[in-house]
């Protein structure tokens, strides 16, 4: 049973400078929920236990965000907004370790600063940035497909061709129904992608994935590549892919975040008539 998550949230958030310039864009918010409440939330539904987060500078907020907040809960308590107190304390039984990065030198990197707490157990990573349907738990199937198989299970899914260098690109094949991974690539050129189906940021890895990031050089953008790593595992044994059934919504960039704020704005019944109304309106002055 995988039982552990690595969240890597070390990085620098470039492209929301300067909103990112002194906190993390893992806690930027979509409605009243940072991200990072969103990925954890969906790793608790997968039945995940146990928390490993791989922090950096200026990522204190996180840890305040999944500690307990003794004073707020006293004030509220005192106010009589018990609803208010919910809302704040669903993560106090949590087991979480954070532990620090020290200079953001990519995502394998990062992933590799787990392997104390991971030691031989295969485990989850979650990208927070990219926020998945929860009606659709991607993370829940691919743990069956894990349990199945015993081996690396990555999500897939199709981005528009002049997209694909942004993504990891892979090549698959499918056999028997299930999906093959056959090659992987980090960021290609539109001209040398084998296909335009990439990964997104959810990850079942098994412990072997460790040796091959351990010895890994810098690769696309002068960082340690998680694919670069996934590329050599995969001399060694079988990858699954798992292709989306839900919508994926990047969070990670200014217009997908745009995006992402509306369409989950659009389905909390607090703001979503009042919401829509706006937009209509706002549309009918173009
Ligand atoms: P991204 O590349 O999407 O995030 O990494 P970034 O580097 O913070 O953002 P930009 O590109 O500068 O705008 C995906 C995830 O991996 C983490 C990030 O925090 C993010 O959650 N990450 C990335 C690390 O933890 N360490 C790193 O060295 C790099």
């Not at 370790?97 to 989850?124: C, M, N, S, T």
């Not at 061709?161 to 690109?169: A, D, P, Q, T």
């Not at 704005?265 to 607090?270: R, S, Y």
Request: with cysteine; hydrophobic share 40%; glycine share 6%.
């Amino acid at each position: 049973m995988i039982k552990k998550a690595v969240l890597p949230v070390a990085g620098l958030g470039t492209r929301f400078l300067p909103a990112t310039k002194a906190s993390p864009k893992e806690m930027l918010p979509v409605v009243d929920k940072p991200l990072i409440q969103y990925a954890v939330e969906e790793a608790i539904n997968a039945g995940i236990e146990e928390f490993i987060f791989i922090t950096g500078k200026h990522k204190r907020a996180i840890e305040d965000h999944f500690d307990k907040a003794y004073e707020l809960e006293e004030r509220l308590k005192l106010a009589g907004k018990f609803n208010l107190i919910k809302k704040i304390n669903s993560f106090d039984h949590l087991n979480i370790a954070f532990i620090r990065q020290k200079e953001p030198k990519g995502l394998g990197d990062a992933i590799l600063h787990a392997k104390p707490f991971v030691q031989e157990e295969a485990f989850v990573v979650i990208l927070s940035d990219d926020l998945i349907d929860p009606e659709y738990p991607a993370l829940k199937d691919m743990i069956k497909i894990y349990e199945n198989k015993r081996f690396s299970v990555i999500a897939l899914e199709e981005v528009p061709w002049e997209e694909v260098s942004r993504y990891g690109i892979v090549s698959i094949r499918m056999v028997n129904g299930d999906c093959v991974v056959e090659d992987l690539v980090e960021k290609p050129d539109r001209s040398k992608a084998m296909s335009n189906l990439a990964i997104v940021g959810r990850y079942i890895l098994t412990p072997s994935i460790f040796k091959y990031l351990e010895n890994l050089t810098p690769g696309k953008g002068g960082e340690i590549q998680l694919t670069d790593a996934l590329k050599m595992l995969l001399k060694e044994e079988p990858i699954y892919g798992y292709i989306l059934k839900g919508k994926r919504y990047d969070a990670g960039e200014k217009l997908g975040y745009l995006k992402t704020i509306i369409e989950f704005a659009l389905k909390d019944p607090e703001v979503s008539s009042d919401l829509l109304n706006f937009l209509k309106e706002r549309v009918s002055t173009l």
